[in-house]
């Protein structure tokens, strides 16, 4: 099997006191067990990177550990699935065409790259925003 991690489930997978922690943690503990085949998009290594070192949690996490929480608990285990510049056109292009605006081209492009990695299920805690940019799509969307 081969399961695409959203951003929304690494983040709580590695921070122990985020409210969705004891949900998430089981899928990477599975993938780090080579129970499935775990990808990422490119872009999440900098959004992970991002929310991690401006997340509100005490004791803050700095950016050396965002870092090292990455190098060692994503990065081993894990496909990172680069998307071309005529993919992020097809995929500026699809949200136009479905009148979809803002932030959802960020969702839109990590389920490009699940897509493009054949995934058979992406999993994430935002569910419906990604159903609805590919209602059709042929992937399972699932929540931990």
């Not at 081969?2 to 985020?18: C, E, I, N, R």
């Not at 999993?123 to 399972?140: C, E, G, Y």
């Amino acid at each position: 099997m081969k399961v695409f991690f959203d951003t929304s489930v690494l983040v709580a997978a590695l921070v122990q006191p985020h409210p969705m922690h004891g949900r998430a943690l089981p899928w990477l503990k599975k993938a780090k067990a080579g129970e499935f085949d775990m990808a990422i998009a490119e872009h999440t290594l900098a959004e992970l990177y991002a929310v991690l070192t401006t997340l509100q949690v005490s004791p803050r996490i700095m950016p050396a550990m965002a870092l090292r929480l990455i190098h060692e608990s994503v990065e081993p285990f894990s496909s990172v699935i680069a998307l071309s510049p005529s993919d992020y056109l097809a995929v500026v292009r699809h949200v136009s065409e479905h009148n979809l605006s803002g932030g959802v081209i960020y969702d839109a492009l990590i389920l490009k790259s699940a897509l493009k990695f054949k995934a058979d299920r992406l999993i994430t805690f935002n569910v419906s925003d990604f159903k609805r940019i590919w209602p059709d799509a042929d992937i399972q969307i699932i929540s931990p």
